[in-house]
Nanobody, 115 residues
């Protein structure tokens, strides 16, 4: 199994920045993709950013130019650098990995952006 733990969330003002971190453990070999998803109250869980094994990335249109996903394979970490945050970014952010056609999730970290 894969275990994921997110950290770095918090309360920030609009225009501020946060860096989310995801630490992986367990069967972390043969991972084909990693990413960040978010879920606001009363909303569906949506993709924010993904990075696949070859380093290619994809972002939701709403965060392009503001968020950057990166990874450090040696440290078994995935990051999401968020800048110019908006109140609409308020959500629980979840780390996700895909391994052998299965998806694994962390418990999430709360990001709240005030007006």
């Amino acid at each position: 199994q894969v275990e994921l733990v997110e950290s770095g969330g918090g309360l920030v003002q609009a225009g501020g920045s946060l860096r989310l971190s995801c630490a992986g453990s367990g069967n972390i070999f043969a991972i084909s993709a990693m990413g960040w998803y978010r879920q606001a109250p009363g909303k569906q869980r949506d993709m924010v950013a993904i990075i696949i094994v070859n380093g290619s990335t994809n972002y939701a249109d709403s965060v392009k130019g503001r968020f950057t996903i990166s990874r450090d394979n040696a440290k078994k970490m995935v990051y999401l650098q968020m800048t110019n945050l908006e109140p609409e970014d308020t959500a629980v952010y979840y780390c996700n990995v895909r391994r052998i056609s299965r998806y694994y999730w962390g418990q999430g970290t709360q990001v709240t952006v005030s007006s």
